[in-house]
């Protein structure tokens, strides 16, 4: 099959679950053409059947804000008609199930037909577009799409809570591929860590949403009692912020700010917990990808985390804001070998049950299922 997937190329999770089923679908045969406005960031090599198509958008003075919705639409009909598609699926709805839309009815007039699947990812219906400067727009493109998929049942649930709609949406979720561990772990640890101190872990995208500010409490609560160090993954709006607050608690000397790197895989095998306490998050991928290193997770229990993070098994949850509440947990997993080792058994378990192929093979019969009918 010939499939369009359209995604955000920054370090978002949409794009990460975008760009990684785009490249194990290749893998499967299939033939994948990403389009973007730039290279996305888990895409790299060269393969016979990934093609990346990027979006451009003129400069020209009399725009002040750059209608890349538009030019995104127009690349759509581009890629579909010219490399002879047969699917596309956009993920996050904000502008790309629009964008979709607007090309499935330019193909319609030329009589080429194309169905559209939409993924929604989190924020584009928990916070972004749910606010009435964009609500009858993704209304009217949820109700549009061929086949919406949400990547939780906490998700699936927002959407029609925000959102006028009764279609179906199929919780599909996310996914992780489980690698071998790093091989020079333990000489990667000793760079970031003495005398085997506990290494707390925390990757995102430094918004908000994600306060990163608890992680810092937290982790100063629990070093007061366990000497630990801090690895902190990602870059952002707030880390200015961030940086400052390790200052004032004189924590510097005990907390990493690594900045974006592609590959996480590295950093979660020498980590011994995860911290996201985020005030919302409808999956909470980075979260798993920890689990399938083995690594216990310490969350708020919002959104879909608790579809992953499973209290007691994998982990602990907290109120969001509950800072003394995860530090406490913290520390009794650090003070209980026994209990450690039963909740990295638990994380890794818990990974299983979202590995790649069962996931994949849901979006290849749902599109299927589409092409078929087309
Ligand atoms: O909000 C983000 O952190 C990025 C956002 C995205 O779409 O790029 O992440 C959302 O999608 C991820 C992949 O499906 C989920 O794992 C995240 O939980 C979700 N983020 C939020 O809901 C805040």
């Known amino acids: 099959m010939k499939i369009g997937i359209v995604l955000y190329p920054t370090y978002g999770g949409s794009g990460v679950v975008a760009t990684e089923l785009g490249k194990y679908l290749a893998k499967k045969g299939h033939e994948v053409h990403f389009i973007t406005y730039s290279q996305p960031v888990r895409l790299a090599g060269f393969t016979g059947n990934v093609f990346y198509h990027e979006v451009r958008v003129s400069d020209y003075p009399l725009f002040d804000y750059e209608p890349y919705e538009t030019v995104l639409a127009s690349k759509m009909v581009d890629v579909v008609k010219y490399e002879g598609l047969n699917i596309l699926h956009v993920h996050y709805a904000i502008p790309h199930a629009s964008a979709a839309y607007m090309a499935k009815q330019i193909l319609k007039s030329q009589g080429i037909s194309i169905p559209v699947v939409t993924t929604l990812h989190g924020t584009d219906i928990t916070?972004?577009?749910?606010?009435?400067?964009?609500?009858?727009?993704?209304?009217?493109?949820?109700?549009?799409?061929?086949?919406?998929?949400?990547?939780?049942?906490?998700?699936?649930?927002?959407?029609?809570?925000?959102?006028n709609t009764t279609r179906e949406i199929e919780v599909i979720p996310n996914f992780v591929q489980i690698h071998d561990p790093c091989?020079?772990?333990?000489?990667?640890?000793?760079?970031?860590?003495?005398?085997?101190?506990?290494?707390?872990?925390?990757?995102?995208?430094?918004?908000?949403?994600?306060?990163?500010?608890?992680?810092?409490?937290?982790?100063?609560?629990?070093?007061?009692?366990?000497?630990?160090?801090?690895?902190?993954?990602?870059?952002?709006?707030?880390?200015?912020?961030?940086?400052?607050?390790?200052?004032?608690?004189?924590?510097?000397?005990?907390?990493?700010?690594?900045?974006?790197?592609?590959?996480?895989?590295?950093?979660?095998?020498?980590?011994?917990?995860?911290?996201?306490?985020?005030?919302?998050?409808?999956?909470?991928?980075?979260?798993?990808?920890?689990?399938?290193?083995?690594?216990?997770?310490?969350?708020?229990?919002?959104?879909?985390?608790?579809?992953?993070?499973?209290?007691?098994?994998?982990?602990?949850?907290?109120?969001?804001?509950d800072v003394k509440g995860m530090a406490k947990n913290a520390i009794r997993i650090f003070n209980d070998p026994e209990l450690n080792e039963a909740l990295k058994k638990g994380a890794r378990e818990q990974a299983l049950k979202f590995n790649i192929e069962p996931v994949v093979a849901r979006y290849e019969a749902l599109y299927e299922s589409l092409t078929v009918e087309a």
């Open 127 to 163: 916070l972004v577009g749910k606010d009435s400067s964009f609500e009858p727009v993704i209304t009217f493109c949820i109700n549009e799409s061929d086949a919406v998929t949400a990547v939780s049942e906490s998700l699936k649930k927002d959407t029609y809570k925000h959102f």
């Open 183 to 321: 091989p020079n772990a333990s000489e990667l640890r000793d760079r970031y860590t003495q005398n085997n101190e506990p290494i707390i872990c925390h990757i995102s995208n430094f918004r908000k949403v994600k306060r990163v500010g608890d992680v810092i409490d937290v982790f100063d609560l629990v070093n007061k009692e366990i000497p630990s160090r801090l690895i902190l993954v990602g870059d952002g709006p707030e880390r200015n912020k961030l940086e400052e607050k390790c200052r004032t608690l004189d924590l510097c000397h005990r907390i990493t700010f690594v900045g974006k790197i592609r590959d996480t895989s590295d950093v979660l095998d020498i980590s011994d917990l995860f911290l996201l306490p985020s005030a919302t998050e409808s999956f909470g991928l980075a979260a798993l990808e920890a689990m399938a290193a083995g690594v216990p997770v310490i969350s708020t229990n919002t959104g879909g985390l608790p579809e992953v993070n499973i209290e007691g098994k994998t982990g602990f949850l907290s109120n969001v804001g």
